[in-house]
C-alpha cells in the first residue's frame, strides 16, 4: 500500500504563496506519476499538475506560469509551489498517485485565499 499526507495548506491574501508537500510511503516511489488535484466545494475534483517518474510535467491552463510541481524522489515527496494565488484557487488540494491497478490518495490540504 502506498500512504500519502499532505501539508502546507492555508489561509493566504490573493497574490500570495504556498508551498503544498506530499510525502509517500514505499520505496517505488521514483516510479510512480505523481500529481495534485483540488476540489472545491459544489465541484468536480480537477487535475492541477502532474509529474512523471521522468521529470515530464503538465498544468491545468488556469494554473500555467503560477503553480510548479516538483519532486523529491529520495524524501518520497512530491511539492507543488503556488503563486500569485486568486480567490478561485481556493479548494482543498489532493495528492495521487497512479499505479497500475490502484490510485491512492492523500486526505487533502485546504488552501483558502481571501480577495
Known amino acids: 500500500q502506498v500512504q500519502l499526507v499532505e501539508s502546507g495548506g492555508g489561509l493566504v491574501q490573493a497574490g500570495g504563496s504556498l508551498r503544498l508537500s506530499c510525502a509517500a510511503s514505499g520505496s517505488l516511489f521514483r516510479l510512480y506519476t505523481m500529481g495534485w488535484y483540488r476540489q472545491a466545494p459544489g465541484k468536480q475534483r480537477e487535475l492541477v499538475a502532474a509529474?512523471?517518474?521522468?521529470?515530464?510535467?503538465n498544468y491545468a491552463d488556469s494554473v500555467k506560469g503560477r503553480f510548479t510541481i516538483s519532486r523529491e524522489n529520495a524524501k518520497n515527496t512530491v511539492y507543488l509551489q503556488v503563486n500569485s494565488l486568486k480567490p478561485e484557487d481556493a479548494a482543498v488540494y489532493y495528492c495521487?498517485?497512479?499505479?497500475?491497478?490502484?490510485?491512492?490518495w492523500g486526505q487533502g490540504t485546504q488552501v483558502t485565499v481571501s480577495s
Open positions: 495521487n498517485a497512479k499505479r497500475p491497478l490502484h490510485d491512492y
Open positions: 509529474i512523471t517518474s521522468g521529470g515530464s510535467t
